[in-house]
């Protein structure tokens, strides 16, 4: 009896011995496993910073691909237009380069008018509400971005770091600005597809680039004035639409949307719900809805053959528009949460932004 007692307790101090053991070995494999991935995560961070880093190697020559055009300012906005809708200027990613504020929002309201997808970089605006229009244009969400030629010294260029980080070539086109300095940069950048000079006076544009580098040539920019002609009524009078007021709704518009995106205000938000419907109704209401809804319709006055190049030009554009909206457009968050709110069941709580 005694001897059986012994070894059932031996057997039971083994057992434990070994539960210990197996509970050692998979603390110790679970720590490394986290430690792998800890040191996985830090390699990737360190990967997107060397990539974010990167600066591309000048090249020897500079592009070939550089054009520029004299026009009166009407027929600049005009040929901008006409250059997208016909596939002149042929790229995925369009960078526009201007030197006021004023301007860009003009252009970028001009564009959004006629439901392109583009925003504007204001110097004027907070680091932080550009840094996130920027990440924006990187993913994808714009491919036309309107940028000043200059900003504070707090702000990198971000016409210079576009061109850098841009994850397709880019075609730039100074929109009446003149910078020897920008453009000596750009037009040594391998990453660069082409760039333009849309200008209204041929006298300026002499006098500011006597000094550049002689190697930089141009060449006029070539279309076909007939199909702009037909098009000319239609983007003056959305040119002359576009006032001041709505330049100063974008602008309270756009820092509303940074404030509403801000992990800094989540606490803030969650605290004080009613803040948070005033900001979002701020969005709405300086939100720009289209001055001329009837942009994507052609006139029959315009319409002079069977085959016309403009109809189906302007009829391509808006039909791959209606497309990528019916294949991505869900209910967003913003019309959900109105909805909910119109209800006043408490269910616009549960949104969250």
């Known amino acids: 009896m005694v001897k059986t007692q012994i070894k059932s307790n031996l057997l039971t101090k083994m057992h434990r011995f070994s539960r210990k053991n197996r509970l050692k070995n998979k603390f110790k494999s679970l720590k490394t496993l986290t430690s792998k991935k800890n040191i996985n995560n830090k390699q990737s961070k360190l990967e997107k910073e060397k990539k974010q880093e990167k600066k591309y190697i000048p090249l020897k020559e500079p592009i070939k691909d550089h054009y520029f055009i004299f026009q009166k300012e009407t027929d600049l906005y005009t ?3 006409t250059s997208i809708i016909f596939k002149w200027i042929n790229t995925d990613r369009l960078i526009i380069i201007c030197n006021t504020s004023k301007l860009g929002y003009h252009i970028d309201l001009f564009l959004r008018n006629f439901n392109f997808s583009s925003t504007f970089l204001d110097r004027e605006m907070p680091l932080n ?8 244009y990187m993913k994808g969400n714009f491919p036309i971005i309107v940028v000043n030629n200059e900003y504070s010294s707090n702000s990198e260029n971000y016409a210079k770091k576009l061109c850098d980080h841009s994850p397709i070539m880019p075609t730039i086109i100074f929109f009446n600005c003149f910078d020897i300095s920008l453009l000596e940069y750009l037009s040594y950048h391998p990453n660069v597809k082409s760039i333009y000079h849309f200008i209204t006076k ?6 500011e680039y006597n000094n550049l580098d002689e190697k930089i040539t141009f060449s006029e920019f070539k279309f076909d004035l007939k199909q702009m002609e037909h098009l000319r009524y239609r983007c003056e009078d959305i040119f002359y639409g576009i006032k001041k007021s709505d330049i100063k709704k974008e602008k ?10 801000s992990k800094q205000m989540e606490k803030f938000f969650e605290e004080n719900p009613k803040e948070k419907k005033k900001v979002i109704q701020a969005i709405e209401e300086n ?19 069977e085959n016309n190049i403009i109809a189906d030009a302007i009829n391509n554009n808006y039909q791959m528009k209606k497309k990528r909206n019916k294949r991505r457009h869900k209910k967003g968050k913003m019309e959900s949460y109105f909805e909910a709110l119109e209800k006043g069941d408490g269910s616009h709580e549960l949104i969250k932004f």
Do not use: A, G, M, W
């Not at 509400?129 to 924006?136: D, P, R």
């Not at 939100?287 to 053959?305: A, D, G, M, R, T």
């Open 79 to 81: 040929l901008l237009y």
């Open 129 to 136: 509400t550009n840094n996130h229009f920027y990440n924006q």
């Open 202 to 207: 041929q006298e300026d544009f002499v006098e």
């Open 252 to 261: 309270t518009r756009k820092i509303n949307i940074e404030l509403l995106h």
């Open 287 to 305: 939100s720009i809805k289209n001055l001329k809804p009837s942009v994507s319709y052609l006139p029959s006055y315009l319409i002079h053959e």
